[in-house]
């Protein structure tokens, strides 16, 4: 255990300007996003470290930093509790039986790209135009599909979920939207995080082109939705975009040196 929070302390403590930038405006956006919420609870304490663990993580994970599994596996626990009591089964079982085990696997893998200084940053690599190919048709086909399953079979679902689990919520999947083109939006940004997080685990350069792509998604989301969490949401994703190019720019570095 004491090696993790080592590793973790050394990786916070070499972040530079632009990533101690990047961090305190997010976590400036989450707390503006709780506060405007107003209740404090235990579970809104707990879902706010949680949320502070997911900035380290997507900042760590730009620099190449094999401390963000830690952060995220942190986070991945904190926001399964949040989400049982919450009643968000569907996110709950996402994160419980993908998200988490990722994490194990993405810090094993990340392990074997250990550079030899003491960085504690990996060497990262390309995908090759089959492997880019092959993931732009699951990427379309599983968007494709979770489209058409929510049009036709989403309420179905909903209320049969519902029947066994009265209190059961959804995070996204809903019976209409503010928009009809949110649904697909909402299709795709599910589909592409999870394929997105296998890229990740392998170290791919692409991943962050990947996650740019599903920022732009999120924030057009919403933009068309009437929530009055929209300005804040959308403000938070922009500065994960900006994280986004950083990712880009530090994960080609990385793969040179």
Same mark, same amino acid.
């Given at each position: 255990?004491? *090696? ?12 530079? %300007? #632009? +990533?101690? !930038? ?31 663990? $997911? ?7 730009? %620099? ?7 952060? $995220? !596996?942190? +986070? ?9 009591? !919450?009643?968000?089964? $569907? ?16 810090? *094993? ?6 550079? @030899? ?25 599983? !968007?494709?599909?979770?489209?058409? #399953? ?16 009265? @209190?059961?919520?959804? *995070? ?33 350069? +692409? ?19 009437? &929530?009055? #969490? &929209? ?15 950083? $990712? ?8 040179? @040196?």
């Amino acid at each position: 255990m004491n *090696k993790y929070i080592e590793i973790a302390k050394k990786s916070v403590t070499r972040l530079n %300007k #632009f +990533e101690v !930038t990047l961090l305190i405006t997010i976590l400036a956006l989450t707390a503006i996003g709780f506060l405007i919420k107003g209740e404090v609870t235990i579970n809104t304490t707990i879902a706010a470290i949680a949320a502070i663990l $997911g900035v380290f993580c997507v900042v760590l994970g730009a %620099k190449g930093s094999i401390a963000n599994w830690i952060f $995220g !596996t942190v +986070e991945a626990f904190l926001h399964i509790y949040i989400c049982f009591f !919450t009643h968000i089964y $569907g996110d709950m079982l996402q994160r419980l039986v993908y998200n988490l085990p990722m994490q194990f696997v993405g810090w *094993k893998k990340w392990k074997k790209r250990m550079r @030899d200084d003491d960085s504690q940053t990996i060497h990262t690599r390309y995908m090759t135009w089959q492997q880019r190919f092959l993931t732009a048709v699951a990427v379309a086909a599983g !968007t494709l599909a979770l489209g058409v #399953f929510l049009i036709y079979f989403g309420p179905w679902m909903i209320d049969t979920m519902q029947a066994i689990w009265p @209190d059961m919520q959804f *995070k996204t999947l809903k019976l209409d939207y503010d928009h009809p083109m949110q649904l697909w939006l909402d299709s795709f940004t599910t589909v592409m995080s999870v394929i997105t997080m296998y890229v990740s685990v392998k170290a791919f350069v +692409e991943q962050w082109y990947m996650w740019l792509a599903i920022n732009v998604a999120y924030i057009a989301m919403w933009l068309m939705s009437a &929530s009055e #969490f &929209s300005f804040m949401t959308v403000a938070k994703y922009s500065v994960y975009l900006i994280n986004s190019f950083y $990712g880009i720019y530090m994960w080609n570095k990385l793969s040179k @040196d």
